[in-house]
């Protein structure tokens, strides 16, 4: 019995020991669970009790530096579906059929979307207005119930596209994609601080993943991106946009233009474009591009081909080229434009002065090698300035020697030609140029603007030091990123290198402003009646001897003060004349005399430029013919007198029309035959005395337009405001604007 008990008293021991540690493990489980992976497990019970849905962030604003919006984000809805809740609702043939319809999509995809094995689906991204409005009516229980409970498990979920409004500078915006992640331009450089946070609504659901019968949302609200505000001005970049796409197709541009309009003094960035170029709103469609792209004839074509391989490989070769941001991407020889540096160098190391004088005979002897000067007759006896505004080769490689290969390069490094200028925006490439010591040829002909290769953004920055008073500063193309809190980051004027002393730039813009202003300067074709323009044309070969060249120009006013400076550059154009002076000069005088009357710069006229200036006509109707005559003869005008009456009935032009001095207002002091025209004749080629008399002898008024210095011998007649042809009215005012053939 003793020995029962006993036994029966140690089995009791062992059970109770095991039941302890059997709590003891139990309690410890539920420790580490509530403890350990307590925050799993409750988030684990919130995913199966709870749906969360995201809402998108609102991208941040792109602005002007006039608060322009230039780019924007707009709420759009996208449609999403619950394939439980409508498997539950067991309508999913209905819902397919009449989703396909309204989304224009094929019913098997739909039918696919809306009957996979999850509680979340995406079936079509930024419906219409319209698409969105017929699927509310599904929805809605008032118009049919049984139609609207197969709809429950269809909703909306906001997102956002993106417009941009005036659809300019699509090199430097960029655009996105369809996540609205940024792809290019500004969009990609600043998308961290463009793109926001995204918000979500927690809302309950059941095991099926349906709708719970009790309500529960809580929501976190999504933070818009911040906004990025350019230095670009909105009306330069248009008209710096306009002339550069007139140039594409006038000029036959094979591998199209570049032009950028930069404040000297800080660096800023008013204007920047290449063109051809794209619809930011379409950014993947390339029939904007081919529009303006010259001989393109076969990627078009592989474009359009049934083989997918060559369609897809000929479509990426195209949207590369047009998405390519030539200002900052592509490097090229300068030529002549790069004659501002040397002449500048040679000032500052004092190895000439202003009184220097050289002698070209139309070539130099260098090493073993002759080097032609663009006016193979030479230039003759000629001084610092005249070699400069001549354009003279010789002149430049004798500057480039007397420099010497270290200082020169030293200089090179100096205004900023080594490296990138660290302008915000991706894919700016960097310089080719000497590395080792160079030879007397290399100095020679790099002294010129050959030899070596710089980007449009770098040459410009380092023509604004020269112009400025002698700092190289940073191109900056941003002003500030902001939010609803204030600016969060502010981008100032940066001074990289002081290069030149004020005396130099100062002489530098005196010489530069003859060069347009002198009848015998290379860039008179970017001369401007009232505004003092400086500059320098430039033509460089692309590769030897194939016949390809690069026109350009760089500009700047006014002369004495400048506010801007512009640089155009034409690849390839596939016209007879393919020298900068004579087809970038033009188009770089018109968009710095479009930029100066926007900006407020008032016309300052020379005694001899006051002379043309044209004259409104005054309204001499209901006057007698007397009384007419001393109003237009105020003017400087000449008056013809039709009909025998005492009062002016009717005049031509009429009142308010802009012409030149000693042009003709005819008065009628009898009905007017309205059917009486003049057929307007062809001016082209003619100089300006020629096309005078031509339109005189018609009876047509003539006006000089456009860029050019017209005093000058050698301007001819290149474009007229109205056609030849056409049928106008006696007195018409007849446009024409001139050029002069340029060498260099």
């Known amino acids: 019995m003793a020995m029962t008990l006993s036994r029966m008293k140690k089995r009791s021991v062992r059970l109770f020991a095991v039941l302890v540690i059997l709590l003891a493990i139990l309690i410890c489980r539920i420790a580490y669970w509530q403890v350990v992976r307590g925050n799993e497990m409750k988030e684990a019970v919130l995913r199966q009790q709870t749906s969360r849905t995201a809402i998108n962030a609102s991208r941040g604003t792109i602005y002007d530096r006039n608060q322009k919006v230039l780019a924007e984000s707009a709420t759009v809805n996208t449609v999403v579906c619950n394939p439980q809740q409508i498997k539950k609702d067991g309508g999913a043939e209905i819902v397919a059929t009449k989703l396909s319809e309204i989304l224009d999509m094929d019913r098997d995809s739909v039918l696919e979307k809306i009957t996979k094995n999850n509680q979340f689906q995406y079936i079509k991204k930024r419906v219409t207005v319209e698409e969105a409005q017929e699927i509310k009516k599904l929805k809605d229980s008032s118009v049919d119930k049984e139609t609207a409970k197969l709809f429950s498990g269809v909703y909306f979920e906001e997102d956002s596209k993106r417009y941009y409004q005036y659809n300019i500078a699509s090199h430097i915006i960029g655009f996105t994609g369809y996540d609205n992640n940024g792809i290019q331009g500004i969009e990609l450089t600043f998308d961290s601080y463009l793109t926001g946070r995204a918000g979500s609504v927690l809302s309950a659901k059941t095991a099926s993943g349906g709708m719970t019968d009790y309500q529960y949302e809580q929501d976190e609200d999504a933070q818009k991106g911040d906004d990025v505000v350019l230095t670009i001005d909105e009306t330069i970049q248009s008209i710096l946009e306009k002339y550069l796409e007139q140039a594409c197709i006038e000029d036959q541009l094979k591998e199209g233009a570049c032009g950028i309009v930069m404040n000297p003094k800080t660096g800023e960035i008013l204007a920047m474009a290449t063109k051809p170029d794209f619809d930011l709103n379409k950014p993947t469609d390339l029939s904007q591009f081919e529009k303006y792209a010259i001989d393109m004839g076969e990627d078009i074509a592989n474009a359009e081909s049934s ?438």
Request: with cysteine.
């Open 307 to 744: 083989d997918d391989d060559v369609k897809n490989a000929a479509v990426a070769k195209i949207r590369n080229k047009m998405w390519r941001n030539k200002a900052i991407s592509d490097t090229y020889e300068p030529g002549s434009t790069f004659k501002i540096l040397t002449a500048a160098m040679a000032l500052e190391e004092n190895v000439a002065d202003l009184n220097s004088q050289f002698f070209c005979n139309g070539a130099k002897q260098v090493a073993d090698r002759r080097i032609r000067c663009h006016k193979t007759a030479g230039h003759g006896a000629e001084d610092f300035a005249h070699g400069v505004i001549n354009s003279c080769n010789v002149v430049f490689m004798d500057l480039g020697l007397r420099l010497g290969s270290d200082k020169f390069q030293e200089y090179f490094k100096a205004f900023g030609l080594t490296q990138k200028t660290g302008i915000e925006l991706i894919g700016e490439s960097g310089s080719v140029f000497y590395r080792n010591r160079m030879s007397e040829v290399d100095l020679a002909t790099s002294s010129f603007g050959q030899g070596f290769s710089v980007t449009p953004i770098q040459h410009i920055t380092a023509i604004s030091s020269v112009i400025n008073g002698g700092n190289l500063m940073k191109p900056q193309i941003v002003k500030e990123i902001r939010n609803s809190n204030g600016i969060v980051k502010s981008f100032y004027p940066e001074v990289v290198n002081r290069v030149i002393s004020e005396d130099t730039s100062a002489a530098m813009r005196n010489i530069l402003e003859r060069v347009v202003a002198d009848p015998k300067g290379t860039g008179k074709n970017a001369y401007i009646k009232g505004y003092r323009i400086g500059g320098k044309t430039g033509t460089s070969e692309k590769g030897r001897n194939n016949g390809k060249r690069i026109a350009s120009f760089v500009g700047f006013a006014p002369a004495d003060d400048p506010q801007i400076v512009c640089l155009i550059m034409l690849d390839e154009p596939q016209v007879a004349n393919k020298y900068g002076g004579t087809i970038a000069a033009p188009i770089a005088g018109a968009v710095i005399e479009e930029v100066l009357e926007y900006m407020g710069v008032d016309r300052q006229y020379t005694e001899e430029e006051a002379k043309t200036i044209s004259v409104s006509v005054p309204d001499l109707r209901e006057m007698s013919v007397e009384a007419a005559k001393e109003a237009v003869g105020g003017k400087k005008l000449n008056i013809k007198v039709v009909g025998n009456g005492d009062t002016v009935l009717d005049q031509l032009p009429k009142p308010g029309i802009s012409i030149g001095e000693n042009a003709t207002v005819i008065v009628y002091t009898q009905e007017r035959d309205a059917n009486k025209k003049v057929t307007v004749p062809n001016l082209s080629g003619l100089s300006i005395s020629a096309a005078k008399q031509k339109l005189t002898e018609l009876g047509l008024n003539f006006e000089i337009a456009g860029a050019g210095l017209t005093n000058s011998e050698g301007a001819y007649a290149f474009k007229q405001s109205i056609p030849a042809g056409t049928a106008v009215e006696p007195a018409t005012v007849i446009s024409v604007e001139f050029r002069h053939s340029a060498s260099d």
